[in-house]
């Protein structure tokens, strides 16, 4: 089982729109990692959100990647400030591939309980756009294959 886990794409600000939809920038390096990941054979099965406007675009703008008769979710726990150990123990019970659009510091901290056993010890420098892909192995460990930030594609 594969997840990748996506910083949302650059937003606005607040006092722009207090919504923070993406930018220019934002949907355009998006649109970059899709097709990026779509020149990479990546299909999944299932893209998760948290339900803010930033992760919920960044999201439909990677639908691409879903597979033949899946959907778009909004879940619960993806929040910016949500720990990550009751998603990564979720994760245990999926065996297909899935996307997950979502913020800092959820996304450094996820990527960190999954590798090191501990959402405290930052272990990747994500920004805006970025996305780690980590796969279980048969022993139940997870383990980093890829890392991207907008600035590499």
């Keep these: 089982m594969r ?16 919504d923070r939809p993406l930018s220019d920038k934002g949907r355009l390096d998006v649109k970059k990692l899709q097709v990026f990941l779509s020149g990479h054979g990546v299909v999944v099965s299932q893209i998760w959100h948290s339900g803010k406007t930033r992760a919920r675009q960044t999201a439909e703008l990677l639908r691409p990647l879903l597979s033949a008769s899946s959907e778009i979710h ?21 065996d297909e591939d899935i996307l997950v659009a979502s913020h800092m510091p959820f996304v450094s901290r996820t ?32 383990r980093l294959f890829m890392f991207v930030r907008p600035e590499n594609l």
Excluded: C, M, T
């Design 74 to 94: 909004r879940r619960d726990g993806l929040a910016p400030n949500d720990a990550p150990q009751a998603f990564i123990e979720e994760l245990h019970g999926i």
């Design 3 to 18: 997840f990748y886990l996506v910083q949302h794409g650059d937003a606005v600000s607040k006092d722009i729109d207090p």
């Design 111 to 142: 990527v960190s309980q999954a590798l090191a056993g501990s959402a405290d010890r930052a272990l990747i420098d994500f920004v805006p756009g970025s996305i780690a892909g980590i796969a279980r192995h048969d022993d139940g460990s997870w």
